[in-house]
Nanobody, 123 residues
Framework: QVQLVEAGGGLVQAGGSLRLSCAAS????????MGWFRQAPGKEREFVAT????????YYAGSVKGRFTISRDNAKNTVYLQMNSLKPEDTAIYYC????????????????WGQGTQVTVSS
């Protein structure tokens, strides 16, 4: 079992930055791929970024590549999403998730999910 709790969401002006964190409980945290997904109003949940358990593999959605950075600190059982140059279209609820598969962008591969944290980017 893995329990995930996100934090760091909020309201920010376009061009600003936020850093999301996801704290995980469970002794097997380091064996899981971690991912970030987001869901905007009226849209399906979409992939944002993922990092393997060893941090050796990362993937990003094309819409965030170059602006967002995913990282993990296994000693703290925490994964982060640094979001820079935020745009209004980044507005969504952001979810942290854990998968037994290696660095995957597919939502169906993730079995544990956090409650989500709201990110709102104003123009």
């Amino acid at each position: 079992q893995v329990q995930l709790v996100e934090a760091g969401g909020g309201l920010v002006q376009a061009g600003g930055s936020l850093r999301l964190s996801c704290a995980a409980s469970g002794r097997t945290f380091t064996s899981y791929t971690m991912g970030w997904f987001r869901q905007a109003p009226g849209k399906e949940r979409e992939f944002v970024a993922t990092v393997s358990w060893s941090a050796g593999s990362t993937y990003y959605a094309g819409s965030v590549k170059g602006r967002f950075t995913i990282s993990r600190d296994n000693a703290k059982n925490t994964v982060y999403l640094q979001m820079n140059s935020l745009k209004p279209e980044d507005t969504a609820i952001y979810y942290c998730a854990a998968s037994k598969f290696d660095a995957t962008r597919y939502v169906g591969a993730y079995e544990y999910w956090g409650q989500g944290t709201q990110v709102t980017v104003s123009s």
